[in-house]
């Protein structure tokens, strides 16, 4: 099956400095990315929409400027988190979306997510 | 706009007891219909789909059956085992609708007990 990769799997940093995460798609190209954020005993909350080339959609009430997103290839979206505060702290996931060929055709398939925590 | 109930958790169940966890949408078009499970620690895995009316997604012993009429896809085992505790998502997704995401109920939490 498809295979998505998140790195780091952990990360604990300081207030006020920044983190970058990446969500690769390791075996089938993506234009479009997804990412979401769960906070604990929550479900998932789509943060925004990653396209490839292009500037990324955000949710309502997700602060563009605070959460940067760069697609710059079929395979790999990153999400830095800038000026990360206490409040940031969160389990970040990925989503690639499989839009061409075999039978997962369309399919968002997930990383295994990113636990940040900001001290 | 989509969205998704799921009844809320947790839910608590002896080792070989029969589960359900209730699954309703709203949806502007025709979705395909998805259970996600997260185990502790790790990321979502895809259980099962259903993308038509009428249609069984099964996996694991797990199955649920889409239910156009009722807006529903209830999932169902017939006999949990403790490694099934984990945290269960009700999803929609209309796959007419472009590069649209998944829409995520809030997630039912189950532990198995032997």
């Known amino acids: 099956g498809a295979v998505v990769s998140q790195h780091p799997s952990r990360v604990i940093c300081k207030s006020g400095t920044s983190v970058k995460i990446e969500c690769r798609s390791l075996d089938f190209q993506a234009t479009t990315m997804f990412w979401y954020r769960q906070f604990p005993k929550q479900s998932l909350m789509l943060m925004a929409t990653s396209n490839e080339g292009s500037k990324a959609t955000y949710e309502q009430g997700v602060e563009k400027d605070k959460f940067l997103i760069n697609h710059a290839s079929l395979t790999l979206s990153t999400l830095t988190v800038t000026s990360a505060h206490p409040e940031d702290s969160s389990f970040y996931i990925c989503?690639?979306?499989?839009?061409?060929?075999?039978?997962?055709?369309?399919?968002?398939?997930f990383g295994p997510g990113t636990r940040l925590t900001v001290l | 706009g989509n969205s998704v109930t799921q009844m809320e958790g947790p839910v608590t169940l002896s080792e070989e007891a029969f589960l359900t966890i209730n699954c309703t949408y709203t949806a502007t078009g025709y979705p395909s219909l998805f259970w996600y499970v997260q185990y502790p620690g790790e990321g979502l895995q895809l259980l099962l789909k259903a993308t038509k009316a009428d249609d069984k997604g099964s996996n694991k012993g797990f199955e649920a059956t889409y239910r156009k009429e009722t807006t529903s896809f209830h999932l169902e085992k017939g006999s949990v085992q403790v490694s099934d505790s984990a945290v269960y998502f009700c999803a929609l997704r209309d796959l007419n609708s472009g590069n649209t995401p998944l829409v995520f109920g809030k997630g039912t939490r189950l532990s198995v007990i032997a």
């Open positions: 989503s690639a979306l499989r839009e061409r060929g075999g039978p997962s055709y369309n399919e968002q398939f």
